[in-house]
């Protein structure tokens, strides 16, 4: 928890871009620890939450049996996340997903990872790292 703390503390105040591409599952102390990118782009088919599917449904539905109803409660998916705010841009993926085709999925991985860097450009250091802490601090949205 303390590294995840500090490394959280540490990148929100970097005065550079932080952008973030989610290329296949982030989960736990991972996923937690990259959520203060300017840029969080995130792979069509990839997953990214603080507890796996798996962990969650033990904990609400005291079995291991539900992880699908969990998987659907956590919104993991690109799509879910998009419309919450928490990423910023889905990457398209070759037909059949990114491991179908590495090359293409790098390709478009790119192209994103450059347009994300050059939107963030313009912006001087005191302003990347306030938008970086607007946007962080707006992640935490709950419904009861």
Not at 97 to 112: I, P
């Amino acid at each position: 928890a303390e590294a995840i703390a500090r490394n959280l503390y540490e990148m929100s105040h970097l005065p550079v871009p932080i952008v973030v591409a989610i290329t296949g599952q982030a989960f736990s102390g991972g996923a937690i620890g990259i959520t203060v990118g300017d840029r969080i782009l995130m792979m069509e088919h990839g997953c990214y939450t603080v507890i796996v599917p798996e962990s969650c449904s033990t904990i609400l539905f005291k079995s291991r049996d539900r992880k699908e109803e969990a998987a659907e409660a956590l919104k993991l998916t690109a799509d879910d996340l998009q419309q919450m705010g928490i990423i910023d841009r889905i990457v398209p993926e070759p037909f059949g997903g990114a491991h179908r085709n590495w090359d293409e999925a790098a390709t478009v991985l790119k192209r994103h990872l450059l347009e994300a860097l050059a939107e963030l450009r313009s912006l001087e250091p005191d302003e990347l790292v306030a938008q970086r802490m607007d946007k962080f601090a707006a992640m935490a949205r709950f419904e009861e």
